[in-house]
C-alpha cells in the first residue's frame, strides 16, 4: 500500500507543470534571441506578475540558446526553485550586452504580455553583471531594482544607477574578474553623488563561479520583488542577506519535484505572438474602463494601466490598427 500511495505522489509531482518556456528567434528587431518563462497560472488578460530579466555570462555566449538554460534563474526552476513571475533570459553571440538591444526586447514583451510594469528586475553575473549595470544606468526609471554579480560596467554615465535600488555583490576570491571591477562602480556612482539606494556586499572566500549559487537560493527573488518602481523615495531593502553559508546550502531547500517546464521551442515568425487580438474578452467584476480622449493610442495607454497592447485588444475586441474614437470606452483591466 506504501508503494502505491509512493508512485502516485511521485507521478502527480512529475506531471505538475509551473511554467512553460517559450523560444523566440528573430522575433524582435535589433535585439537578441531569447527564452521567455511565464508561470502556469499566468493569465494573459489580466496578469500582474513581475519580470525578471537575467542577462548571462561570457560562458553562455553564442548561437545556441540551449546553453542559456546551462545555469541561472531558467536552470533554478528546472531544478524546482519556484519563482513566480515571467522570465526574460535573451542569448548574447558574443561581447559586451547592448542595452538598447535588451531594452527592445523587454519593450516586446510588455507590448505583447500582461505583466506588471512597475516590477521588472534585472540580475546578472560577471559578463551579464557588466550588462545589469550598463542597462541599470541606461534605463534606471524602467527597472525597480537590480542585482549585478562579480561583474563590473562601462556605461555612458554611472550616475542612473543612484536612482533605482542596487545590489552588487562580489566574492573576494574571485579570479576571474576581479572585486576592484565592482568597487569601480561603487566609486563612479559616489562621484555622482550620494547613493542611499546601493547595497555592496564583498563575500569572503567566494570565487567567480561560487556566485552562480545565488540564482537558486530564494533570498535573491525575495529581495528583487520586495521593490517596486512607484515606491515612494523607491528605498533600498536591507532585510535580506546572503552569505557565503547561504550559497553553500543553495540547493538544499529546493524540492527536486516541484517543478517542471513545458519546453516551446520553434518560435521563429518575426511577427507572431504568443496571444491574438481577435480572442473574446474576458468577464470581470473587476473591470476598469477609460474613455477615449484626443492624442490616445494604444500603446500609451497600455503604459498607463501597465498592461499590454495585445491585451487591451482583446479585451475590447479591437485590432492594433483600430481608429480610437474621441468618447469611446475601452476596457484597460
Not at 48 to 65: Q, R, T, Y
Amino acid at each position: 500500500m506504501k508503494r502505491i500511495v509512493s508512485i502516485i505522489f511521485l507521478l502527480s509531482s512529475l506531471t505538475t507543470v509551473c511554467q512553460t518556456l517559450t523560444a523566440y528567434r528573430n522575433t524582435v528587431d535589433n535585439a537578441y534571441n531569447f527564452w521567455l518563462s511565464t508561470p502556469v497560472d499566468y493569465d494573459s488578460l489580466h496578469s500582474d506578475k513581475p519580470v525578471v530579466l537575467f542577462l548571462h555570462g561570457a560562458s553562455l555566449c553564442g548561437h545556441n540558446l540551449e546553453r542559456v538554460r546551462r545555469y541561472g534563474p531558467l536552470h533554478a526552476l528546472a531544478m524546482g526553485r519556484q519563482i513566480d513571475a515571467l522570465i526574460i533570459a535573451p542569448q548574447n553571440p558574443g561581447g559586451a550586452w547592448n542595452p538598447t538591444k535588451i531594452n527592445h526586447i523587454v519593450d516586446w514583451v510588455f507590448d505583447h504580455y500582461a505583466a506588471d510594469t512597475n516590477r521588472l528586475y534585472v540580475l546578472g553575473m560577471s559578463l551579464g553583471g557588466y550588462g545589469t549595470i550598463d542597462y541599470s544606468a541606461a534605463y534606471p526609471h524602467r527597472i525597480a531594482a537590480a542585482m549585478a554579480l562579480c561583474g563590473g560596467g562601462n556605461p555612458r554615465s554611472y550616475c542612473g544607477l543612484n536612482e533605482l535600488p542596487l545590489w552588487i555583490i562580489h566574492g573576494t576570491a574571485d579570479r576571474a574578474v576581479p572585486l576592484s571591477q565592482s568597487q569601480k562602480v561603487v566609486n563612479a556612482m559616489s562621484q555622482c553623488g550620494d547613493s542611499p539606494r546601493l547595497r555592496f556586499t564583498k563575500l569572503p572566500g567566494i570565487d567567480h563561479g561560487g556566485l552562480a549559487r545565488a540564482f537558486y537560493i530564494s533570498e535573491t527573488y525575495d529581495w528583487l520583488f520586495s521593490h517596486r518602481l512607484n515606491d515612494p523615495d523607491r528605498p533600498v531593502n536591507q532585510d535580506y542577506t546572503i552569505t557565503k553559508e547561504r550559497l553553500h546550502r543553495a540547493y538544499k531547500d529546493i524540492d527536486r519535484h516541484a517543478n517542471h517546464l513545458i519546453v516551446r521551442n520553434n518560435k521563429s515568425d518575426r511577427h507572431k505572438t504568443t496571444d491574438t487580438a481577435s480572442a473574446a474578452p474576458a468577464s470581470s467584476a473587476d473591470a476598469e474602463y477609460h474613455t477615449i480622449r484626443r492624442g490616445d493610442t494604444l500603446g500609451a495607454l497600455a503604459k498607463r494601466y501597465h498592461t499590454s497592447i495585445s491585451s487591451l485588444c482583446r479585451l475590447n475586441n479591437i485590432s492594433r490598427t483600430t481608429t480610437l474614437r474621441i468618447g469611446r470606452r475601452l476596457r484597460v483591466k
